[in-house]
């Protein structure tokens, strides 16, 4: 096996290993979603509707790009907490390239992201099947597709996290970069309301929101309900996802320790 993907393969395990050490990063993960979901989503759906959709079912595809989203672009402070404890020091004396090294990383934390997603989903077909969540729907085509469209999406966001990592020397700068990107990434998105009815001047930052396109595939899959054609919306994600993973490998390799 060539040595640069071996390389690869070991960062990946080793980023796999630390997330199945981490219970409480995948408990957190799972139950803040379903919170929101059962909470946020039946006590706002009581006071809303939208034409033809139960509102939690509405906001289930939103719900799992935000757990996407968060615990994507957070990935990146583990980049923070390696050089801290000189372990990229050890990384990078090794034969393999620092493109290797970071692809790794984005596999890792990408793999992360999709064995949530894939737990939430498999809560979403329970919610759907008895009821809890009238109008929630979803089978093995969809799930597939699902996941299709968010390991473009965690692939981008994973990136965009390391890239941070890769310019932060403390953990509550990275928190604080973060922060400005998560929260407007995640409130335009359209994850909560329907972008079709947004006043004039926030529709155009929805647009350029490339996790707008993520919750529209992932509702128009689910629901059947879009604002764009589900082709356009594999196309925006996997060109940001490439475009992310450039800039991304380009700030690793100019990374100081």
């Known amino acids: 096996m060539n040595s640069e993907l071996r390389g690869i393969l070991a960062i990946w395990y080793r980023e796999l290993k630390v997330f199945q050490r981490e ?7 799972i139950v803040t979603p379903v919170l929101w979901l059962l909470l946020f989503g039946g006590g706002l759906g009581s006071a809303i509707s939208i034409t033809g959709v139960n509102y939690q079912a509405f906001i289930f ?7 996407v989203l ?18 990229l020091k050890e990384v990078l004396i090794s034969p393999v390239s620092r493109f290797s090294i ?12 999709l064995i949530q997603s894939m737990i939430l989903l498999t809560i979403g077909w329970i919610f759907g099947a008895t009821g809890v969540i009238a109008g929630l729907q979803i089978d093995i085509v969809k799930f597939v597709l699902c ?13 965009i996290g390391l890239a941070i990592g890769s310019m932060m020397d403390s ?19 359209g994850a909560l309301f329907p972008i079709d009815k947004l006043p004039v001047w926030i529709a155009p930052f929805t647009f350029i929101n490339p996790l707008t396109y993520s919750v529209d595939g992932m509702r128009s ?6 604002q764009f054609s589900v082709w356009m919306d594999f196309g ?22």
């Open 171 to 189: 953990f509550e700068g990275f928190q604080l970069i973060s922060s400005f990107l998560l929260f407007p990434l995640f409130f335009l998105s």
């Open 102 to 113: 970071f692809a790794g990383k984005v596999v890792g934390g990408a793999t992360d992201s």
């Open 147 to 159: 996941l299709i469209i968010i390991a473009f999406t965690t692939t981008a966001l994973v990136s």
């Open 70 to 87: 968060f615990s994507s672009i957070f990935f990146g402070i583990y980049i923070v907490w390696d050089r801290k404890i000189d372990f």
């Open 221 to 226: 899959i689910i629901l059947g309900a879009s």
């Open 23 to 29: 219970k409480s990063r995948l408990v957190g993960a």
């Open 236 to 257: 925006v994600m996997a060109g940001f996802a490439a475009l992310t993973l450039v800039v991304g490998a380009f700030a690793f390799e100019r990374m100081k320790l």
């Open 61 to 67: 595809p939103g719900i799992l790009a935000q757990s």
